[in-house]
């Protein structure tokens, strides 16, 4: 027998390529590829993580009501590949609290009513978050860092 497949969104992770370059004039960093970004994005945010941030500040650690239709895609961004970035810890609805190590290019697509929080683990990351609604009171406090 086949298992059902459920029709509620859950969080979900994707990957990108990472691309960089500096010269005297500016440093740059930026993602390739499929980026899946929310349809009709009304607001970007770049988050740059500082060292005082680096295992110690978390960011997120909320959840957008879910009668606010509220889609929020991460994106990380540093130019080493292969050093973990955060630790993303998130929660689809009801089930229980889950954690992953972002690295850069890694995206996540977090649908309204899920939960997720971020703790940086190194200096001179960089998150850019696109959501298809303004920041407002629609969202609540949860810590998912217990």
Known sequence: MKKKKSLVPKVKFFKNSIFSHQDSRRGLIGLAGNLKFVNDSKQIKIINVTKKSVKNEIIGNHRHIRKSNQWEYIYVLHQNTKKKIFEFRYKNYDEPIKKKILFAGDCVSVPPGCALGLLPLVE??????????????????INLFE
């Open 124 to 141: 001179d990351s960089i998150l850019i978050e696109i959501s298809n609604k303004i920041y407002h009171d629609n969202y609540e406090k």
